[in-house]
């Protein structure tokens, strides 16, 4: 049975929210309001609120792997001393700044990335980007504040908590000196709200994969979350994910499902392989196989407490899954493969991102024996195709598939 990708009539509104994004980013600065280059793991509902533009470099990152640009940009910022074993969203980025820089008379991103007035990472997610945002910042003289977080651990979270809440008012004053406008607390409640309302709505979309079979995939929440990500904390986000779940709960009505004849369910750990996502929904597709969830599409779906704005910042960003230890991430991991009651799962040793690569290892072994499920491991860069063998990648998923076929 031929694998057959069904469009989602939404697919229009989700390119048009997305393109808004990116033009009201490129327009920002002919309208006075500053741009900030956030990590995807960043309090961005303080910057809605004070009318601070937050842009996501990563998306140009993902995007230039998706369009399959990343192994000539990262062969410029090769060019300047970069490892190829740095982050690929990092060495796009640079790539882009420096090739534009090469050119004459070409200081910018060439429309392709909105110039920074501020840098805001956050080591919660990884340590590579910071260090890009550093590089960005020098190369621009722009001003740079990092969100510094401990990994929690239960026995020390109050005082972590606190820590990291004294970085949000210091964050705030930055913000506040930086461009000359003050934060509105009511301004603030009104877009956690709003972020709240469009995580809620996330949350729905996520669960139409509980379905045996599933109304949706894997591959289709990555380019899904879109919204989730940018335009968390605005109305866009909102009124995307209200018609989407819509879609959702009339395609159940209709019994359309995502992969025909489904037989086996799988959890996929973290960031896709961007240049390779439809070879990825074709190869499981056409084998009946539905990748249903992951951490990384889970983990944009967060709560707020408007009644204590600052404070709920400070629990939210901290309890991303990236920011805990060993056993609390194979925990999270394990209750998500239980609830979508997985068949096995897919790890990628991601040369991008140590952080999420460190000990897969000892995790495969350790879920495999809590679950009695088989777990594989893939070997790729979630961008730079020079780090991708299809055909040793591709034998080793089917037989990963045959084994748990053979047990069902």
């Known amino acids: 049975m031929a694998f057959k990708k069904i469009d989602f009539k939404t697919k229009g509104f989700l390119k048009k929210t997305m393109e808004d994004y990116n033009t009201q980013a490129m327009n920002a600065h002919a309208q006075g309001i500053p741009v900030a280059w956030v990590t995807a793991v960043f309090p961005v509902e303080l910057l809605y609120a004070m009318d601070i533009f937050p842009y996501y470099p990563e998306n140009f990152g993902a995007a230039s792997g998706t369009h399959r640009r990343t192994e000539e940009l990262s062969l410029i910022a090769e060019r300047r001393g970069y490892s190829n074993q740095y982050c690929s969203y990092a060495k796009a980025g640079l790539g882009l700044m420096y090739g534009n820089a090469e050119q004459a008379g070409k200081e910018d991103f060439g429309g392709e990335m909105p110039q920074p007035d501020l840098l805001l990472p956050s080591n919660i997610q990884c340590t590579p980007l910071g260090k890009w945002f550093e590089i960005t910042a020098k190369y621009y003289n722009k001003p740079l504040f990092l969100m510094d977080s401990p990994q929690i651990e239960a026995s020390s979270w109050e005082s972590q908590k606190a820590y990291f809440l004294q970085q949000i008012h210091e964050l705030v004053a930055f913000l506040e000196t930086s461009t000359g406008r003050k934060l509105d607390l009511d301004r603030l409640c009104e877009v ?4 709240t309302q469009a995580c809620d709505l996330w949350n729905q979309v996520l669960l139409f994969a509980k379905n045996k079979p599933a109304r949706i995939t894997y591959w289709d929440a990555c380019i899904l979350m879109g919204p989730i990500v940018c335009w968390r904390g605005r109305p866009e986000a909102v009124h995307y994910y209200t018609e989407l779940v819509k879609e959702l709960e009339e395609r159940a009505a209709s019994d359309l499902v995502a992969v025909e004849g489904e037989k086996i369910r799988l959890y996929w750990d973290h960031i896709p392989i961007w240049p390779k996502m439809r070879y990825f929904a074709e190869f499981f597709g056409n084998r009946q196989t539905s990748i249903v969830c992951s951490l990384y599409t889970h983990s944009w779906a967060y709560k707020f407490d408007a009644a204590h704005p600052l404070e709920t910042l400070a629990e939210s960003y901290m309890r991303e899954f990236v ?24 790890f990628n040793l991601n040369d991008s991102c140590k952080p999420n690569s460190l000990a897969l290892i000892e995790k495969k072994n350790v879920i495999s024996e809590r679950l009695g499920i088989p777990g594989m491991l893939l070997e790729a860069d979630m961008c730079d195709p020079r780090f991708f063998a299809e055909g040793p990648i591709q034998n080793r998923m089917e037989s990963f598939l045959e084994m748990i076929g053979s047990k069902k």
């Open 323 to 346: 920011n805990y230890r060993f056993d609390q991430r194979v925990e999270k991991k394990i209750k998500l493969m239980r609830e979508y009651e997985v068949d096995g799962f897919i």
């Open 192 to 195: 956690l709200n709003l972020s």
